[in-house]
């Protein structure tokens, strides 16, 4: 597995391709459920495939980590949200703190792990 965090826009798509081409696969779960993920490839937005999972009901963290013998084999981008400032609102707090523990345990198994910041990679781990 290799996870790629950084801000909104900040080039970790772009970066995931220059290190390794074409994807057959790319799931962006801004757009589709994450259920949808069913063979390795390129997973962006994960902090949006968490919310769509919380608004459901279903717990984020068991189902990704239910899955993490699939997600080994995949590069996975998410954002970087609220970066310390804490929302108003309850669900947008609790969906933080889920995407930051989920953030934590992905990186713990992933091989390789990059922060982006403005299109430049800083390797925290691999």
């Not at 081409?21 to 390795?40: A, Q, R």
């Not at 968490?50 to 189902?63: A, V």
Request: hydrophobic share 40%.
């Amino acid at each position: 597995m290799h996870l790629i965090l950084g801000g909104r826009y900040m080039g970790k798509r772009t970066y995931a391709l220059k290190l390794y081409g074409h994807f057959d696969y790319e799931y962006d779960l801004e757009c589709v459920s994450p259920e949808e993920i069913i063979t390795s490839g390129l997973i962006t937005n994960i902090h949006a495939g968490i919310k769509n999972l919380m608004m459901r009901r279903i717990n984020p963290r068991e189902f990704f980590m239910s899955r993490i013998e699939l997600l080994r084999q995949c590069v996975i981008t998410g954002d970087e949200i609220s970066c310390g400032v804490i929302p108003i609102d309850e669900f947008s707090r609790k969906w933080r703190d889920e995407t930051g523990i989920i953030y934590q345990e992905l990186a713990s198994e992933a091989d390789i792990v990059d922060r982006i910041f403005a299109g430049l990679s800083l390797r925290l781990k691999g």
